[in-house]
């Protein structure tokens, strides 16, 4: 009798505790979850002076979507000067023939220039030394425009990204691209993605100036190249692996920065199968964690908390009948949904897929803790054909 009053007074604790964590992060952490960080939409007629921009692509082994993503980028309807730059990084399946195939199509070869990648240096991650590499092709031109090779942006995204950064005078504009989302796995998987993503870097407060929170989305960030050097360039980050949010952390204390959704930027990468998001999440996340076994340890505790015990408890007051757990845990599984249906429409998602969240949070901490695995079994951070080592303090 006395173990079940403990076992009842413990679940009741956990149940108050699992709903005081929901309040406090859908009321005290940004307002993350409203996913309504946004582009102003595009001024027609304005008189400005549009400074010139060099869009950098580091490809590598990107055959398959480098023709979309270089026409989109060579029709923005930008009014200044734009060239592109894509940065083969030792690719194998032809990227560079299709880049240039791409802009021989539009009629605009004059502004392409295919950079042959030089061998990655030593202590440099692959990524980061093709964009150095870009940034050193490109002059003093005086923003750059980062986009990965894989994703297509809408015709006027660069004059909108040009206006935010130069109207409130910031350092760095990122945008989260819509991710593919047509398969079973994506529909499961992709929006909590964006969603945790959101939650970790509540795009609010890195927004605010005020804050020294910083986080960008590497598939998109149009950046002050003055602001790079005085920062110490690519170098100064050598051997991040997590490059977007490291080069956010490396500006922000140079100059406001700035991370929103692009609803008219698409990623052409699709995953039709589990593994494919799985090796995706896999080779970052323990290094998003810094490494460390007791951050992995309570990672894993607050996913099992936060998305498995508001159902749990739920079922166990219902099965004992106790109102006074099944009341704040019910409530937990409210805030949790809720916060979740913005997501879901920006995606154009049913609703009822928000239910689904507990089990693609149980997912993604399998994944985390598969990540910690091949890490210690000498197996992390492998990403298109290369294999890095353990770092120093890089992320």
């Avoid at 309807?77 to 195939?101: C, F, K, M, N």
């Avoid at 002050?224 to 051997?239: N, P, Q």
Wanted: net charge positive; proline share 5%.
């Amino acid at each position: 009798m006395a173990h079940t009053v403990l076992s009842g007074w413990w679940a009741l604790l956990a149940a108050w505790s699992v709903l005081l964590a929901w309040l406090i992060l859908v009321l005290g952490r940004g307002a993350f979850w409203r996913a309504d960080q946004r582009l102003p939409p595009r001024e027609n007629g304005a008189q400005r002076c549009w400074p010139e921009v060099t869009a950098v692509v580091p490809a590598r082994n990107e055959a398959e979507g480098i023709g979309d993503c270089v026409t989109a980028l060579l029709r923005q309807d930008y009014p200044g000067v734009l060239r592109v730059i894509v940065v083969d990084d030792q690719s194998e399946d032809g990227t560079a023939e299709r880049a240039r195939e791409a802009a021989r199509r539009v009629g605009a070869t004059s502004r392409l220039e295919v950079l042959s990648g030089a061998p990655l240096l030593e202590n440099w991650a692959g990524k980061v030394w093709a964009m150095a590499q870009g940034v050193t092709a490109a002059g003093l031109v005086p923003l750059l425009w980062f986009t990965d090779g894989d994703i297509v942006h809408g015709p006027d995204v660069l004059q909108r990204l040009v206006t935010q950064i130069e109207d409130r005078d910031q350092s760095l504009v990122s945008l989260m691209v819509m991710l593919s989302c047509r398969s079973f796995w994506e529909r499961l998987l992709i929006p909590p993605f964006v969603f945790f993503f959101q939650m970790l870097y509540p795009f609010p407060w890195v927004n605010n100036p005020r804050r020294a929170l910083a986080g960008a989305a590497g598939g998109c960030m149009l950046l002050r190249r003055e602001t790079l050097e005085k920062a110490g360039g690519f170098a100064a980050m050598r051997g991040a692996r997590i490059d977007d949010c490291t080069l956010a952390a490396l500006l922000k204390p140079h100059g406001a920065i700035w991370l929103g959704l692009g609803t008219e930027s698409h990623s052409l990468r699709d995953y039709q199968r589990l593994g494919e998001i799985w090796r995706m999440v896999a080779r970052s996340a323990y290094v998003q964690l810094r490494f460390s076994p007791w951050r992995l340890l309570g990672a894993t505790l607050g996913m099992i908390f936060l998305y498995a015990w508001p159902a749990g408890g739920l079922l166990f007051g219902l099965w004992t009948e106790n109102i006074w757990l099944v009341l704040p845990a019910l409530s937990a599984c409210l805030l949790m949904l809720t916060a979740y249906l913005p997501t879901l429409r920006l995606y154009t998602l049913n609703p009822f897929w928000a239910f689904s969240l507990p089990v693609a949070a149980l997912l993604y901490m399998l994944m985390t803790l598969d990540s910690a695995r091949r890490h210690y079994g000498g197996r992390g951070g492998a990403w298109k054909g290369r294999h890095y080592g353990t770092p120093g303090e890089e992320q």
